[in-house]
């Protein structure tokens, strides 16, 4: 059985990203929620090495919106052999990079889903792990260190603290002692200032370092790009032997 991941917002560039180096991957699936289908083929057939075959092969589409708990439950639930009368397996991970204001919404709606796929189905074996795309600038859990470099302490404590309450609210949902317990585990990444696409690069040809911090020891930096967001999601979350382990309950500041 290959290892299913459930993406949301996967029009936007990092999780673009992250399910481009997944899709071009063996032994994995993954089923996309998504507003505009259309939208998603065309970002992905932008990628480079993504086919039509590919597409057919590795990507369920499910067109919907993310506060919508019935659509959110079809995409956690895989068709395994692909035939609709076949038992519905629970995705092995979620990966969600929804940008939408108010994103805590989207956020009770993924608790609700899960709660009801478990009551509905009392033999659910595996637990997802979810990994979600927060910020930096949030000055939480209590005792976590500035995370914003001075630069940007203006732009992220003042004009964007509206937003981030949002962000924190999304956190804080997650955290939950009860909400989290749907989870094997949950792993917040708070990248800093985005930048490009999210079109994926080969191997070579990124030549910068990504850091990775948690919340107590973050990184601080300037930008980082989707891309490169998408590539340290894939290969910490997804392709690690682990799967990763190492940064479940973590807030992982992610900069060059
Ligand atoms: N901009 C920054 O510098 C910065 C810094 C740190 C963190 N972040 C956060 O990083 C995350 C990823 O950013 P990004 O730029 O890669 O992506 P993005 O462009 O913000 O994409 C957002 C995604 O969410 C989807 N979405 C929003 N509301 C939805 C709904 N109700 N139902 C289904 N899908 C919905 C969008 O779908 P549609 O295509 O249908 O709109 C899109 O796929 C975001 O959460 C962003 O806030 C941003």
Same mark, same amino acid.
């Given at each position: 059985?290959?290892?299913?991941?459930?993406?949301?917002?996967?029009?936007?560039?990092?999780?673009?990203?992250?399910?481009?180096?997944?899709?071009?991957?063996?032994?994995?699936?993954?089923?996309?929620?998504?507003?505009?289908?259309?939208?998603?083929?065309?970002?992905?057939?932008?990628?480079?090495?993504?086919?039509?075959? =590919?597409?057919?092969?590795? *990507?369920?589409?499910?067109? /919907?919106?993310?506060? $919508? @708990?019935?659509?959110?439950? #079809? &995409? !956690?639930?895989?068709?395994?052999?692909?035939?609709?009368?076949?038992?519905?397996?629970?995705?092995?991970?979620?990966?969600?990079?929804?940008?939408?204001?108010?994103?805590?919404?989207?956020?009770?709606?993924?608790?609700?889903?899960?709660?009801?796929?478990?009551?509905?189905?009392?033999?659910?074996?595996?637990?997802?792990?979810?990994?979600? =795309?927060?910020?930096?600038? *949030?000055?939480?859990?209590? /005792?976590?260190?500035? $995370? @914003?470099?001075?630069?940007? #302490? &203006? !732009?992220?404590?003042?004009?964007?603290?509206?937003?981030?309450?949002?962000?924190?609210?999304?956190?804080?949902?997650?955290?939950?002692?009860?909400?989290?317990?749907?989870?094997?585990?949950?792993?917040?990444?708070?990248?800093?200032?985005?930048?490009?696409?999210?079109?994926?690069?080969?191997?070579?040809?990124?030549?910068?370092?990504?850091?990775?911090?948690?919340?107590?020891?973050?990184?601080?930096?300037?930008?980082?790009?989707?891309?490169?967001?998408?590539?340290?999601?894939?290969?910490?979350?997804?392709?690690?032997?682990?799967?990763?382990?190492?940064?479940?309950?973590?807030?992982?500041?992610?900069?060059?």
């Amino acid at each position: 059985m290959p290892y299913t991941v459930a993406f949301f917002g996967a029009t936007g560039g990092c999780t673009n990203a992250c399910l481009t180096h997944l899709l071009l991957s063996s032994d994995y699936k993954a089923i996309a929620l998504v507003r505009t289908p259309q939208k998603l083929i065309d970002s992905l057939k932008r990628q480079p090495g993504i086919t039509d075959a =590919i597409l057919a092969q590795k *990507l369920s589409i499910v067109q /919907g919106d993310a506060t $919508d @708990v019935a659509t959110v439950k #079809r &995409t !956690l639930l895989f068709q395994g052999d692909g035939h609709a009368n076949s038992t519905p397996k629970l995705v092995d991970a979620i990966i969600s990079g929804i940008g939408a204001y108010p994103r805590q919404q989207t956020t009770t709606t993924l608790v609700s889903a899960l709660r009801e796929i478990y009551a509905e189905q009392q033999q659910q074996e595996n637990k997802p792990v979810v990994t979600v =795309i927060s910020t930096t600038g *949030l000055a939480s859990p209590a /005792g976590a260190k500035e $995370d @914003v470099p001075i630069g940007l #302490r &203006t !732009l992220y404590h003042s004009l964007l603290a509206e937003p981030h309450k949002d962000k924190k609210r999304m956190e804080e949902i997650l955290s939950d002692k009860e909400n989290s317990a749907l989870f094997r585990g949950v792993v917040i990444v708070r990248p800093t200032l985005l930048k490009g696409d999210g079109i994926v690069q080969s191997k070579d040809a990124s030549s910068k370092t990504v850091r990775a911090g948690t919340e107590f020891e973050p990184v601080t930096g300037y930008t980082i790009s989707r891309a490169d967001v998408g590539r340290w999601i894939w290969k910490n979350m997804l392709l690690s032997e682990d799967r990763g382990e190492k940064w479940i309950g973590r807030r992982v500041s992610l900069a060059y």
